[in-house]
Nanobody, 115 residues
Framework: QVQLVESGGGWVQPGGSLRLSCAASENIFGIYVMGWYRQAPGKQRELVAVIDNNGFRNYLDFVKGRFTISRDNVQNTVDLQMNSLKPEDTAVYYC?????????WGQGTQVTVSS
C-alpha cells in the first residue's frame, strides 16, 4: 500500500506564496499520474493540477498562471508551487497518485489564505 506524505501547507496573506510537497513511500513503476486536489468547506473535491510521466500537465482554470506543478520521477515526489494566492484558494489540499488502476490519497494539508 503506497502512502503519500504531504508537507508545506499553512497560512499566507493574499498575494503570497506557498509550496506543497508530496513524497510516495515507495518507488513507483510504470505509467502513473501524480498531482493535487483540494476541497473547501461545503464544496466537492476538485482537481488542482496533475502531471504524468511525460510531463503533460493539466490545471484547474482558476489556478492557471499562478500555480506550477512539477515532479521528480526518481524520487517519486510531486510539488505544487502556488503564487499570487487568493482567499478562494483556501482549502485542504490532497496529494494524488493514480497507478495501475489504483488511486491513492495523502492525508491532506490545510492552506489558508486570509488577511
Amino acid at each position: 500500500q503506497v502512502q503519500l506524505v504531504e508537507s508545506g501547507g499553512g497560512w499566507v496573506q493574499p498575494g503570497g506564496s506557498l509550496r506543497l510537497s508530496c513524497a510516495a513511500s515507495e518507488n513507483i513503476f510504470g505509467i502513473y499520474v501524480m498531482g493535487w486536489y483540494r476541497q473547501a468547506p461545503g464544496k466537492q473535491r476538485e482537481l488542482v493540477a496533475v502531471i504524468d510521466n511525460n510531463g503533460f500537465r493539466n490545471y484547474l482554470d482558476f489556478v492557471k498562471g499562478r500555480f506550477t506543478i512539477s515532479r521528480d520521477n526518481v524520487q517519486n515526489t510531486v510539488d505544487l508551487q502556488m503564487n499570487s494566492l487568493k482567499p478562494e484558494d483556501t482549502a485542504v489540499y490532497y496529494c494524488y497518485l493514480h497507478v495501475a488502476s489504483n488511486t491513492y490519497w495523502g492525508q491532506g494539508t490545510q492552506v489558508t489564505v486570509s488577511s
